[in-house]
């Protein structure tokens, strides 16, 4: 079971549904998903980042060896936007809040995955959201460009076209305004096992500083806590 979703709408990483307030059910359409051709749909500036999720659910007990992959995209007059440049993928791991698990944190897709995802721990898990960037080089020409989603698995493949049209308007290297990600005292426990595994906390905050980047953002490490102390002694 796949389908498209916007990147604001959460996936839920037990029935593969929309959290949403409404009950709106966004399989039978939205913003980035024509529902009647089984298609993603976006548009997008030159320069700019586009992104959408994509909602995937094992309908027969754990889906094993799962991927996900972009084609480059095509224009009708040959142009390309590479996929290899140009896309990043992600998986959506969830967090307990409130009794429940919320989608809440991007890891990079770098390796097959499973659903569930044994390492996350969600109980009953059959859902997984996968986050794309699609980055739109500046210098590409306006039109409309076609690529493929694939999902493969053990269980078998699945291709989804997408199509993405291209305007005339160029996103400035430079905002003109600061988009700012803040943190209280520390961008991650200096301690903590995964930190550790992952290569430690200065490693893992030049990660987090470079995806700021991309997203044309400044990672802003307070060095306080919400209750005003300080995290290192000056």
Not at 7 to 16: H, K, Q, T, Y
Request: net charge positive; proline share 7%.
């Amino acid at each position: 079971d796949v389908y498209a979703l916007p990147p604001l709408v959460r996936v839920d990483p037990v029935s593969g549904d929309p959290m949403l307030d409404t009950g709106d059910d966004l399989r039978k359409g939205n913003s980035v998903w024509d529902a009647a051709n089984k298609s993603v749909v976006l548009f997008g500036s030159r320069n700019e980042i586009v992104d959408f999720q994509l909602s995937l659910k094992s309908t027969a007990g754990t889906a094993k060896n799962v991927t996900v992959r972009l084609s480059d995209f095509t224009a009708a007059n040959g142009a390309v936007i590479p996929s290899a440049r140009n896309v990043k993928l992600f998986s959506v791991w969830s967090v307990k809040s409130g009794g429940k698990y919320v989608p809440e944190v991007c890891v990079p897709l770098t390796d097959p995955v499973e659903i569930p995802l044994a390492r996350n721990k969600v109980p009953d898990q059959k859902a997984l959201g996968i986050w794309v960037d699609v980055f739109v080089p500046k210098q590409t020409a306006p039109g409309d460009y076609k690529g493929t989603i694939t999902v493969s698995s053990a269980g078998g493949n699945a291709t989804i076209p997408v199509a993405l049209k291209v305007i005339k308007i160029v996103l400035p290297d430079t905002p003109n305004h600061v988009n700012e990600l803040n943190t209280y005292s520390r961008v991650c426990n200096e301690t903590g096992f995964k930190v550790n595994r992952i290569g430690g906390p200065v490693k893992v905050e030049w990660m987090i500083r470079q995806l700021a980047r991309w997203h044309r953002s400044t990672l802003n490490v307070l060095q306080y806590g919400h209750t005003g102390s300080t995290a290192h002694d000056y």
